[in-house]
């Protein structure tokens, strides 16, 4: 017993002094990361079997514990000081997160740190607009800023990795989880993504307010068949990777340091059994050396996909395919072992895992510093401040769009002498924070009906009344907040879906609104007093009858702490509507899947020829198009120029147009740039976005808005699937929208 007392510390000793010595190395980030090398090198050959294993194992605290305190079992507890898990989900706060941190600094035999990860997903507590509503300003910089104070805010509470940004393309508004991401283009989900990987993650992991980004899910989870939540993703090569990977590439490109693999399968083969996928492509192709992540049990369920006959063989799949760590399933915990000892895997293939582990960990700071988020101070001054509150209010003004403002209804007018605000989400203070609120309250919100309160002078009257159920029929209560309704002189009417109806498990067969709003809206607009229609939903809503007959329609999504007063900012003129739509509006779900960049096929729609690709009982076009927004004022483009009509490998053309503000008050507008490759090897999109600018024009201001284009922008998957640019014809079209504008044409020439 002596001799196994001194043996232990001289152990601790020789650990210390190995792996918790400063890395603020003045050699440069090559050196920096050849000493984390020999670190890991040195910390590996001391590890155990079953302590490797314990790196790769992740498991959740208690969801229910709001304080974040408590939320971890005796046999987690045990799990620390044996080294047998390497992260936690779900537990966060100052305290907390020391608490626990300090058992496996302390108690356990290696000292190694823990990860705590968390769905920061719009927000920790000062809760943002979703990330949907988000990617409506089209304004990248903004975004970075957003989630700038979400990882502050989530570093002061414990947290070190948010299993954000969610990338995944979503051409099918029935999925609930479109919520989360930033809509239907690849190239304005790239722009997204980059921003938000970039403001997660600050300029160095290792400092005290950066967290570690996620990019989910990998990949083609936004296909699933028929929007329905895990479905199968029948995806082929060419679309997975022209419309599906590259946001996922921009995010690794950003620095992302994890990827999350996805539940579902694409052409048979399940995401976190992908090798080609997450080892070939992610890996081989992209450089990617952070690591991945499972989806929460995925890969427990490769044995539901049929793949996997047990747990042992799940764990063997995920391993090899190249995910890292195990979110939730225990495969790894309680088979990886043993499929060491068989001969299934490898020790070098569990090393290369447990690496990726430990290099995260060293890159965020971990090991010189395993409680730098655990300070009580920060996590009381940086969570839920007024400039936090202040940007989220920004963000919000900037998310929501203008779908309508026919005979100039909006803005409405300060000197009103009595408004009535309508509908069940009017005063709702909890369905603003949408799906994935996590610590979100509802007492940290502005309703829209405390947002227009506060907006207007005492010399207004503001009248409130609910008028039904989201999901009820209460006719009585129509014809009650009709009455009311009779009495004022605006009636502002605020309908969609409550928080629940969005998000992960939340798919829905229809996009009509729920319940008797509609009937609700039309008893408002027989009223024959001036009406806004205020939306808040997390995915586009199927309302053709609203679109047609109400005069004003906003569409605010769901808007976080902020929402109301940035809804009344909008409604009484204070800011201009300048968002536009990132995803396509249908008429009706027999429209689905509706998309601007769709392929022409042998038979383009026409709605005056029968035997086209359309409907007979619908326009073949959408009720609002990807890229749409109005403003207060009116915008005009012209003198539209190509700077060459022809481009050769090293060209490049210049595009401008100039756009106008013609109206009476100061506009932002998103310039939109979209072009056509007129004849490929393969079919091509009608219509492809490229790039885009948000400028401000003041009343009657001119500005000359100029891209450049070049052949990289004319890229695609060949008949051979390479990546490349073939002769030929370009069409370019710069606008508003994806549905309108300028257009010109160049060709290109390979010599």
């Known amino acids: 017993m002596e001799f196994t007392t001194s043996h232990n510390r001289l152990l601790r000793v020789i650990i210390i002094l190995c792996i918790c010595s400063s890395l603020t190395l003045a050699n440069g980030p090559g050196h920096r990361s050849s000493v984390i090398e020999r670190k890991i090198d040195s910390l590996l050959s001391m590890m155990t079997l079953e302590e490797k294993v314990g790196q790769l194992v ?3 605290g208690n969801f229910n514990d709001g304080s ?9 507890i045990e799990m620390i000081r044996q080294g047998r898990v390497g992260s936690f989900l779900n537990v966060f706060g100052a305290t907390a997160t020391r608490e626990i941190q300090t058992i496996a600094i302390e108690e356990s035999r290696l000292k190694i740190p823990l990860l705590f990860g968390f769905d920061v997903i719009h927000g920790y507590l000062t809760t943002f607009p979703i990330p949907l509503a988000e990617a409506s300003t089209w304004d990248p ?3 970075e800023k957003a989630e700038r104070v979400a990882a502050v805010e989530a570093t002061a509470a414990g947290i070190h990795w948010t299993f954000a940004p969610m990338v995944d393309i979503a051409r099918d508004p029935r999925w609930g989880r479109i919520a989360e991401g930033a809509g239907e283009d690849p190239y304005l989900g790239s722009c997204v993504a980059a921003a938000r990987v970039r403001g997660f993650q600050g300029e160095d992991l290792a400092a005290e307010s950066s967290l570690m980004a996620c990019a989910k899910h990998f990949a083609g989870y936004g296909g699933a068949e028929g929007g329905r939540d895990y479905n199968t993703a029948d995806i082929s090569e060419r679309t997975l990777r022209e419309v599906y990977l590259p946001p996922f590439r921009a995010a690794v490109d950003a620095g992302a340091g994890t990827l999350m693999s996805s539940f579902n399968e694409i052409s048979g083969i399940p995401s976190t059994a992908n090798v080609k996928l997450i080892t070939n492509t992610l890996r081989g192709e992209w450089g990617f050396d952070g690591f991945v992540v499972s989806d929460w049990n995925s890969v427990g369920e490769l044995i539901n996909h049929g793949v996997a006959t047990d747990p042992a063989e799940a764990a063997v799949l995920g391993l090899k395919a190249g995910v890292d760590m ?12 043993t499929v060491v000892h068989d001969g299934r895997v490898s020790e070098s293939e569990l090393n290369e895992a447990v690496r990726r582990i430990l290099q995260a960990k060293f890159r965020l700071g971990l090991f010189d510093n395993p409680y730098k988020n655990c300070d009580v101070k920060r996590e009381q001054q940086d969570i839920l401040t007024a400039e936090h509150r202040r940007m989220a209010r920004e963000v919000a003004q900037h998310s929501i769009v203008l779908l309508k403002n ?7 007018r300060k000197d009103l002498k009595s408004v009535a605000v309508i509908g069940p989400l009017a005063d709702d203070a909890a369905t603003p924070l949408g799906p994935w609120k996590q610590n979100g309250r509802p007492e940290d919100v502005v309703s829209v009906l405390s947002g227009i309160k506060a907006k207007l002078s005492d010399g207004t009257s503001v009248f409130h009344a609910e008028g039904c159920e989201v999901e009820g029929s209460s006719k009585p209560a129509i014809e009650e907040a009709a009455e009311i309704a009779k009495k004022v002189d605006a009636v502002i009417v605020v309908v969609g879906e409550t928080a629940d109806m969005s998000g992960e498990g939340a798919s829905r067969s229809s996009l009509n609104l729920p319940g008797d709003q509609e009937e609700l809206v039309k008893a408002m607009l027989a009223i024959g007093k001036p009406l806004v229609v205020v939306l ?3 995915r586009p809503l199927a309302i053709p009858w609203i679109a047609a007959n109400v005069p004003a329609i906003v569409e605010t999504w769901f808007l976080g702490v902020e929402c109301g007063n940035a809804v009344a900012d909008v409604l009484f003129g204070d800011v201009n509507p300048s968002g536009k739509l990132p995803v396509t509006f249908p008429r009706a779900v027999g429209q689905l899947p509706v998309y601007y960049n769709h392929k022409n096929t042998g038979r383009p729609a026409d709605d005056h020829q029968r035997n086209t690709s359309r409907y007979i009982d619908l326009p073949s076009t959408p009720l609002y198009p990807f890229g749409y ?12 120029q190509l700077g060459s009509t022809t481009m050769e490998p090293g060209d490049s053309v210049v595009v401008s147009v100039v756009v106008k503000n013609t109206g009476n008050c100061q506009g932002e507008e998103v310039v939109q740039l979209y072009i056509r490759d007129e004849v490929g090897s393969v079919t091509r999109p009608v219509k492809e976005l490229k790039a885009f600018q948000r400028i401000s024009l003041a009343p009657g201001q001119s500005r000359q808005v100029s891209f450049t284009l070049t ?6 998957y060949d008949r051979s699937m390479r990546w490349s640019v073939e002769p030929g014809k370009f069409k370019v079209y710069v606008g508003p929208n994806s549905a309108e504008g300028l257009e010109g044409e160049f060709t290109y020439s390979s010599s």
């Open 536 to 538: 808040m939903n997390g």
């Open 141 to 143: 910089a903004l975004i």
């Open 406 to 412: 026919e005979g100039h209804v909006l803005p409405l």
């Open 68 to 76: 974040g305190r408590k939320t971890l079992t005796p046999e987690h």
């Open 629 to 640: 927004g109005l403003s207060y004022t009116s915008i005009s483009y012209s003198q539209f």
């Open 58 to 60: 992740q498991v959740s």
């Open 711 to 716: 052949p990289e922008h004319l890229k695609f």
């Open 326 to 337: 195990d979110m939730e399933s225990y495969c790894y915990q309680e088979t990886l072992a």
